[in-house]
């Protein structure tokens, strides 16, 4: 009961501090707001350049054979490919589908078993004029599966480019066929001529891009991309004054008289935590009206905020929580205002940069973006998109809300300890 | 000053206390051993460096000791640190307080993290703004005040919980006069309604007129301990000091570094200072000689004038990090 006054009393303290500086408090909501309004609008159309762009695509061959070889094959040959090919035991559709979700691969082709007996079949069947075995063998369809967060024009570029690759195939296999039955009695006249401009023998891809269900699925937008990365970092920003609070309190003897008193250090800490909690939020909210009402007033995208507003709430709170965790454990160890300020500005940005928060992680090379998902800037962001734009809701976003706060909790952890040790022993 | 109600119980108890900081060559506390009466107004003295902050914050439960044990009211610092920390008031040598709240905003916060609530607090907080008469001024941002008026804050923040031992730190450093008289006043009234003070300063004249009871410590070891007059008994009872309204002859300066009983000596133009293991017999002696001169003298003394000369005595002039 008195650990609770006292942490009513902190939070109340603190929130008064808080209010008191209207310079750093006008700071931590203008500067998010200013940057997601600048960068939205900036690189609307930034995101439809392809030059640079790396994709990483699964490529399930139940194939095996020819058709499969020679659809890696083409895709390897692209820079802007970085193959995976599945291993057995292969992945099914919905499998493939899970990890389209979770952001694993931008892309996935689904060759079917057979696909090149098939189409082999078919080959003979169309260049045959005679019609002994024509029209039995169906097309062969192939599954191009997307990741929902890869813009419109990114999407069509991998059909074109899939399609193109099928019809090289095509004609090989054409080719073969009457390579074959040319070496045959009376071949030459066998031959087809229609079956020569347009031999059908796989069907058109289409991109099917995952929505989680049945949640609609609006196309990203450059906002999109921009308002989840700009509100993490502004989260993040926090840091600078949380940390440099406590260290003032320390200067200034405030926290040894609070030591010497009966309180527990997990007060202490709860006490700030819980205001700038609701700045964060406060923050997000803010940042999510803009997106919504402020830039198509400016002449930008809408932001579209997908459909669970209860697993915004969720990731929001986790993701502040690893913000505050973060600013405690940087107070913890910096000595001065100065040390907490840069520290926390130079690694803020330096996640952030790593997280794909300035830069787009499908941008990145592979090795980057394999660091890129150790940060929590990219747990965050890759949260945000599955509410936003792949129509996710809690349960999808479970394991970065659960990265999130784990990263909070154990900055947290680590901030005590550091703490408690440092008053007691040094 | 009245003799404050003094109970001989010892409200702390520190025993072989010995604390080595982390890459120190030598112990910031070296097995000190301490006990300090229920009433008493202890003065805790020490250049520099000398260990007072490190004990300061042993008693508080803020650091943990390397060696040795601290009972406050019986209890163990480490192992009761709540129940301690309940009955201490500490008052740090900074200005431990937030400067954007105002001074009742500062108690109140204070007073409820001490654990108090309700009426009870709101009458602590009336009584300490009474107590450094800032009734009128409560109500304004403490960062408006000037240096003497964050003092007196600072003082009674330390008081909110009606603490039964309050520690201060160097209370008084870098105000005025009027500000530091009225601490001192305050702090009177407090020792004389029966609570135990322990205060850390540099200014010995302070210690002199507050504390009934006084420990010199230097290397984290205590010197000397005892009350003023106690102190200066012990301490330089035989040096033996002059001064001249003219300048010493050389025949009379040769004839006082000839005396047998001096041991050590200081002898300049106007200025005297000797010691001796039998300082009666060497000032009649030294009184004989002037008087032979026909030297005019204007002050004559034996043994320790002041606290600082046995704390300089004891210490040493050599200057402090």
Redesign the interface.
Same mark, same amino acid.
């Given at each position: 009961m008195?650990a609770l *006054?006292?942490l009513?009393?902190?939070v109340?303290?603190e929130s008064?501090?808080i209010l *008191?500086?209207w310079h750093a408090l006008a700071v931590l909501f203008v500067m998010p707001v200013a940057f997601v309004t600048i960068m939205s609008l900036a690189l609307r159309d930034v995101f439809t350049e392809r030059a640079g762009v790396t994709f990483s695509v699964l490529i399930v061959d139940q194939d095996g054979k020819l058709v499969g070889e020679k659809l890696r094959e083409s895709f390897a040959k692209d820079k802007h490919f970085h193959v995976e090919l599945a291993s057995a035991p292969l992945p099914d559709a919905a499998q493939v589908e899970a990890q389209l979700t979770a952001g694993r691969y931008k892309f996935a082709l689904l060759i079917p078993a057979k696909a090149t007996e098939q189409a082999r079949r078919r080959a003979l069947e169309q260049v045959r004029s005679d019609g002994r075995a024509s029209g039995h063998t169906p097309s062969i369809g192939m599954r191009l599966l997307s990741d929902p967060t890869l813009r419109a024009d990114h999407r069509s570029m991998l059909v074109a480019f899939t399609n193109g690759a099928l019809r090289a195939i095509e004609s090989r296999l054409i080719a073969e066929r009457i390579v074959e039955l040319a070496r045959t009695p009376f071949g030459s006249s066998a031959v087809s001529a229609p079956a020569l401009a347009a031999p059908e023998l796989f069907r058109e891809v289409s991109d099917e891009h995952e929505t989680g269900g049945t949640r609609t699925m609006p196309n990203p937008t450059s906002v999109q991309q921009n308002a989840p990365g700009w509100t993490l970092l502004a989260m993040f920003f926090l840091a600078i004054p949380l940390s440099v609070t406590l260290i003032k309190e320390r200067?200034?003897?405030?926290l040894?008289?609070?030591?010497?008193?009966?309180?527990p250090t997990w007060v202490l800490f709860c006490g700030k935590i819980a205001p700038y909690l609701v700045i964060n939020q406060l923050q997000l909210v803010l940042i999510l009206a803009v997106g919504v009402w402020g830039l198509p007033l400016l002449g930008g995208d809408r932001l579209s905020l997908g459909n669970a507003p209860e697993a915004i709430a969720l990731l929001s709170v986790s993701a502040s929580l690893a913000a505050i965790g973060f600013a405690l454990l940087i107070a913890t160890f910096a000595r001065t205002p100065e040390q907490a300020t840069t520290f926390s500005a130079t690694t803020v940005m330096v996640l952030a940069a790593l997280g794909g928060i300035m830069v787009p992680k499908m941008v990145m090379p592979p090795a980057m973006q394999q660091l890129a998902e150790l940060t929590p800037f990219s747990w965050g962001l890759e949260g945000f998109l599955d509410i936003f734009i792949r129509g996710g809701g809690v349960r999808e976003i479970l394991p970065e809300a659960a990265r999130l706060a784990g990263f909070g909790i154990a900055c947290f952890t680590l901030a005590i300890l550091r703490f408690n040790g440092r008053?007691?022993?040094? | 000053m009245l003799a404050p109600p003094v109970n001989t119980a010892p409200l702390i108890e520190i025993t072989g206390l010995t604390k080595l900081?982390?890459g120190a060559q030598r112990p910031a506390l070296d097995e000190l051993t301490l006990a300090i009466r229920r009433g008493t107004f202890f003065g805790l003295l020490g250049p520099n460096g000398a260990g007072k902050s490190t004990l300061i914050s042993t008693l508080?439960?803020?650091?943990?000791p390397t060696g040795g044990s601290v009972r406050v009211f019986g209890a163990d610092v480490q192992t009761d640190?709540?129940?301690v920390?309940?009955a201490?008031g500490?008052v740090?040598?900074?200005?431990?307080?937030?400067?954007?709240?105002t001074a009742r905003?500062n108690l109140?916060?204070?007073g409820?993290?001490?654990?108090l609530?309700g009426v009870r607090l709101k009458e602590r907080v009336a009584a300490c703004l009474a107590v450094a008469r800032l009734e009128d001024l409560a109500d304004r941002?403490v960062d408006t005040y000037s240096g003497g008026l964050k003092r007196r804050l600072n003082l009674v923040?330390?008081l909110i919980h009606e603490p039964q031992l309050l520690i201060l730190d160097e209370p008084t450093v870098g105000i005025d006069p009027q500000s530091r008289n009225f601490i001192h006043e305050a702090l009177r009234t407090l020792h004389q309604a029966g609570m135990t003070i322990l205060y850390t300063t540099h200014y010995m004249e302070e210690a002199e007129n507050l504390c009934d009871d006084i420990a010199i410590i230097d290397h984290g070891k205590i010197l000397a301990r005892g009350a003023v007059p106690e102190l200066l008994r012990a301490h330089r009872a035989g040096t033996i000091v002059a001064h001249l309204d003219t300048d010493l002859p050389d025949a009379v300066a040769q004839q006082l570094r000839a005396l047998p009983q001096v041991r050590t000596g200081r002898i300049e133009a106007r200025f005297i200072e000797v010691e001796s293991d039998t300082p009666d017999a060497t000032l009649a002696a030294i009184t004989e000689i002037l008087r032979g001169a026909r030297l005019p003298l204007v002050s004559l003394s034996l043994g320790a004038m002041n606290l600082e000369q046995v704390f300089l005595a004891l210490t040493g002039t050599r200057l402090r990090d």
């Open positions: 008195i *006054r006292q009513i009393a902190a109340a303290k008064r501090l *008191r500086d200067a200034q003897g405030s040894l008289r609070l030591q010497s008193m009966p309180v008053l007691r022993h040094h | 900081y982390h508080c439960g803020l650091l943990a640190a709540a129940l920390k309940s201490i500490l740090p040598q900074d200005l431990a307080l937030y400067p954007t709240l905003e109140s916060f204070f409820r993290m001490q654990g609530g941002r923040i330390g």
